[in-house]
């Protein structure tokens, strides 16, 4: 049903003006899907209230309440057709809907609550549904849908992480927003995060790192207290761009966490002088923008300046762990050979203040459409790196759009990496053996079998001869037979 649904509005929000991208549909169902969650989840609480016999003060005034203006019901449950429709609705939605729901973030008790994520959330987004009837529809479809069981969310928090990872294809900068599943619960079971430790990522986009830690830690039969620290004391985030922001609190809500810890901020806009005991993480996990470039000021902020945003995003996360704490970040390959000095010093510096213990050098194609080779560095903070273990994914066919990641292909890098264990796709290095000018971290294989090198044309024209020779000896024997 919550897939047919999805279809529907994307069919209405294509004929729509306002609409022109998958980005555009995936925002625009965010919204209204917000809303109606948000219904159900007042619903909820208010029932559990009334078991205990206690009043449930709704969040929302009742004017502004779902079932008020979104969908109405008559009294045998039926929707009233009367509601708000076409130029009156978008009216009501734009002009008196979404500037009471801004005000919740400035009357919010706290930024660890709903109600300052509603106000968030409606400061940054816009309605963009131009005609009235169409957002009409969309209305009375998101309506058949419910959030009360669990199964129902499960079902729901996989189907928006599909529109995620559809925008990947969807132009503008959707890839961006879209890590593998695969490789991401790969990443925090080498990890391996418990309650109780703080879990972090400074370019959060669609959550995807904190919603895969969130289903690692929410085991069955939690006891209450370990409920509490993991709804509110577990996963942080931040990210800069408005759609990324709104797509990944939304996924963290659908996954189960009710106000999440997610700051609408440039990470890099924070100077790493700032970053002081309290506001460090014992876990980060993250994989910061490919080849975006900051402006002159913000690498004022770094000591070591380079243009490159995900090489500043690093030196931000080496910063903002504990000392002892574990990470695992995805990032381009060239970081382990290139000679600008700014790699060279990186390199430096986190082989000096962490322990780089593994690399995972992925495949091409890992990412659809990026372009580029891609390893993961797992590194723990606090000592310097002696030994670095390599895992070199080599799979026996391509990865595309068709034929993407899967859990099973990385299942002898989780089994391998306990021990560091050697074998025909992993090897490790002692770093005193490398050059300590460059520090260069080339993935190169001992255990590839070498191909013998290509002779001389020199010696290829001298068997040619040779076998013209052979041939016209055997020939000549030939002639004396017959």
Avoid at 5 to 13: A, E, G, P, S, V
């Amino acid at each position: 049903m919550f897939e047919q649904t999805f279809k529907n509005i994307d069919d209405i929000l294509h004929k729509d003006a306002g609409c022109g991208s998958e980005l555009d549909y995936v925002e625009q169902t965010s919204w209204v899907l917000f809303l109606k969650y948000l219904d159900d989840l007042e619903q909820d609480k208010q029932t559990a209230a009334e078991l205990i016999g206690k009043d449930y003060t709704p969040i929302i005034a009742s004017k502004f309440q779902w079932t008020t203006w979104a969908a109405p019901k008559l009294d045998n449950g039926d929707i009233d057709y009367n509601a708000l429709t076409g130029d009156d609705l978008l009216d009501f939605v734009n002009n008196e809907l979404f500037p009471y729901l801004e005000k919740f973030q400035v009357d919010a008790t706290s930024a660890n609550t709903i109600e300052y994520k509603i106000g968030e959330i409606f400061s940054e987004l816009k309605n963009r549904i131009q005609s009235g009837y169409n957002l009409r529809e969309v209305l009375m479809l998101i309506d058949n849908l419910r959030f009360r069981t669990h199964k129902e969310k499960h079902e729901m928090s996989h189907l928006y992480e599909s529109k995620i990872k559809n925008m990947g294809n969807a132009g503008r900068n959707g890839g961006e927003y879209y890590t593998p599943r695969p490789l991401i619960r790969t990443i925090v079971k080498v990890l391996a995060p418990k309650i109780g430790q703080s879990i972090y990522d400074g370019a959060v986009g669609s959550a995807g790192f904190l919603v895969e830690a969130f289903d690692y830690l929410n085991q069955p039969n939690l006891s209450t207290e370990d409920t509490t620290i993991l709804q509110k004391n577990t996963f942080y985030g931040k990210e800069k761009k408005s759609l990324a922001y709104i797509i990944g609190i939304m996924n963290m809500i659908l996954h189960g966490v009710e106000a999440p810890n997610i700051i609408h901020t440039n990470t890099l806009a924070e100077s790493l002088t700032d970053i002081q005991e309290k506001d460090r993480y014992n876990v980060v996990l993250a994989n910061p923008p490919f080849g975006g470039k900051e402006r002159a000021e913000v690498q004022q902020n770094f000591q070591i300046k380079t243009g490159e945003t995900a090489f500043l995003f690093l030196q931000h996360f080496i910063k903002i762990l504990k000392v002892g704490g574990r990470a695992g970040i995805v990032i381009k390959n060239t970081f382990l050979s290139n000679t600008d000095n700014a790699f060279v010093a990186l390199r430096k510096e986190l082989l000096s203040s962490c322990n780089l213990h593994t690399v995972l050098d992925l495949p091409g194609g890992t990412f659809t459409g990026a372009g580029v080779k891609t390893i993961v560095l797992f590194f723990d903070k606090g000592t310097e790196t002696k030994k670095t273990w390599f895992y070199q994914l080599n799979l026996n066919r391509n990865l595309g759009k068709t034929n993407p990641l899967n859990e099973k292909d990385l299942v002898d890098f989780v089994t391998l990496q306990k021990t560091y264990a050697i074998s025909e796709n992993s090897w490790s290095i002692n770093i005193k053996d490398i050059d300590q000018a460059t520090f260069d971290l080339s993935v190169k294989n001992p255990n590839t079998l070498k191909e013998a090198p290509l002779r001389s044309p020199q010696e290829i024209l001298a068997e040619m001869e040779a076998l013209d020779v052979e041939t016209k000896n055997i020939l000549a024997s030939i002639k004396k037979l017959l």
